[in-house]
Antibody, heavy 127, light 108 residues
Framework: QVQLQESGPGLVKPSETLSLTCSVS????????WSWVRQPPGKGLEWIGY???????NYNPSLNSRVTISLDTPKNQFSLRLSSVTAADTAVYFC?????????????????????WGQGTTVTVSS | EIVMTQSPATLSVSPGEGASLSCRAS??????LAWYQQKPGQAPRLLIY???VRATGVPARFSGSGSGTEFTLTISSLQSEDFAIYYC??????????FGQGTKLEIK
């Protein structure tokens, strides 16, 4: 059973860089898409970006210049870096894996649906 | 960016009754739509993808319909564990992939 676990600092100072890692256990990183999603307190979900198992990435244009998602396949991990953070970046950060279309009835685009999620980690931006 | 609009914001329903939640996309997204359920303090759970395909382990009382710009999540005979917030999400066009603002399904 595949499980995801986020890790990283729970408190980040304004203007610094938020760094989180998602560890994947119980399965391979190939051939899936790996995403980061965040949820500010009491608000809805925002897709930060994703990276494919081959290393291609796409980022939310609202964060594009500040965000980097990278893959470490040998360690079964992927990471998020968000620079120049402000209080508006305070949120619960989730990592997630795209749908497994090898065992489900789905089209290629359905790989972007988020099938498996980490429990989430709270990051507060404050001095 | 494709804007996803969910209605109503809050839906009050009695256990055992059915519920219909709506989601509208600001432009055509074919059937590239997912529904998620989120309970307090938990990560979202994938319920439906491809607009109408139930994810693994999702009870048959959950069904999805629609295509293009109008979508519906229907829950028949609500159980106590179904009261939660439901989000729709499009993955047709990375502009980026966007979620609706959510519908809170509460006990009447």
């Amino acid at each position: 059973q595949v499980q995801l676990q986020e890790s990283g600092p729970g408190l980040v100072k304004p203007s610094e860089t938020l760094s989180l890692t998602c560890s994947v256990s119980g399965g391979s990183m190939s051939p899936y898409f790996w995403s980061w999603v965040r949820q500010p307190p009491g608000k809805g979900l925002e897709w930060i970006g994703y990276i494919s198992y081959s290393g291609n990435s796409n980022y939310n244009p609202s964060l594009n210049s500040r965000v980097t998602i990278s893959l470490d396949t040998p360690k079964n991990q992927f990471s998020l870096r968000l620079s120049s953070v402000t209080a508006a970046d305070t949120a619960v950060y989730f990592c997630a894996r795209g749908l497994d279309c090898s065992s489900s009835i789905c089209n290629k685009s359905d790989q972007d649906a988020l099938e498996i999620w980490g429990q989430g980690t709270t990051v507060t931006v404050s001095s | 960016e494709i804007v996803m609009t969910q209605s109503p914001a809050t839906l009050s329903v009695s256990p055992g009754e059915g519920a219909s939640l709506s989601c509208r996309a600001s432009q055509f997204i074919s059937s590239d739509l997912a529904w998620y359920q989120q309970k307090p303090g938990q990560a979202p759970r994938l319920l439906i993808y491809g607009a109408f395909v139930r994810a693994t382990g999702v009870p048959a009382r959950f069904s999805g319909s629609g295509s293009g710009t109008e979508f519906t999540l229907t829950i028949s005979s609500l159980q106590s564990e179904d009261f939660a917030i439901y989000y729709c999400q499009q993955y047709n066009n990375w502009t980026p992939f966007t979620f609706g603002q959510g519908t809170k399904l509460e006990i009447k």
